[in-house]
């Protein structure tokens, strides 16, 4: 898997539970130009658990920004 097209995320534990049990399908982060530029040309997410190496990715479905939040729709789970 080629890191170019995936963006790396930190989660709290609590947001990573649900993420990984399917209850939460969306990640939100500010709309800031940081993250703009980081998700710029990217189609896949990788979780990371804290700041652990335990990661889960994801393919990007859409990323939509809705205010002053940028929406990421999580799609088919890669690992």
């Known amino acids: 898997m080629s890191d170019s097209d995936m963006i790396h995320l930190n ?3 609590c ?3 649900l993420i990984k049990s399917g209850e939460k399908t969306v990640e939100y982060r ?3 130009d940081f993250y703009r530029k980081r998700l710029e040309g990217r ?3 990788c979780f990371h ?3 652990t190496n335990t990661t889960m990715t994801f393919w990007i479905e859409k990323v ?4 002053g939040l ?3 729709y ?3 789970k890669i690992s």
């Open 11 to 13: 989660l709290k534990v």
């Open 70 to 72: 940028i929406h990421i």
């Open 43 to 45: 189609n896949k997410v």
């Open 15 to 17: 947001w990573w539970d």
């Open 64 to 67: 939509m920004e809705i205010g």
């Open 30 to 32: 500010n709309a800031t």
């Open 49 to 51: 658990r804290g700041y």
């Open 74 to 76: 999580l799609g088919e």
